[in-house]
């Protein structure tokens, strides 16, 4: 059974800083793509950023220089730094993760941006 366990949500200020994770277990390996999506209110599930198993990064223009993508040591935990957040990074961010394959989708965690 494959999980895909997401945590470091929360609310934070304008200008502030938050570590998502994502640790990936179950029969899901080899992994070839780890990343973040999003979802804000009314908004279509965008991808945030993405790390291929060769270390090739891919980010959406609006986090550019913000936002950072990295995996753990042991490549089954993919990790989002984001710094200098914004209101309208404020949205459900998802956890996905592509085999040889098939793709998975964490729950979801939830991250407000406001004062």
């Known amino acids: 059974q494959v999980q895909l366990v997401e945590s470091g949500g929360g609310l934070v200020q304008p200008g502030g800083s938050l570590i998502l994770s994502c640790a990936a277990s179950?029969?899901?390996?080899?992994?070839?793509?780890m990343g973040w999506y999003r979802q804000g209110p009314g908004k279509e599930r965008e991808l945030v950023a993405r790390?291929?198993?060769?270390?090739?990064?891919e980010y959406t223009d609006s986090v550019k220089g913000r936002f950072t993508i990295y995996r753990g040591n042991a490549k089954s935990t993919v990790y989002l730094q984001m710094n200098s957040l914004k209101p309208e990074d404020t949205a459900v961010y998802y956890c996905?993760?592509?085999?040889?394959?098939?793709?998975?989708w964490g729950r979801g965690t939830q991250v407000t941006v406001s004062t």
């Open positions: 179950g029969s899901i390996f080899p992994i070839n793509v």
């Open positions: 790390i291929n198993s060769d270390g090739r990064i």
């Open positions: 996905n993760v592509v085999a040889t394959g098939p793709s998975f």
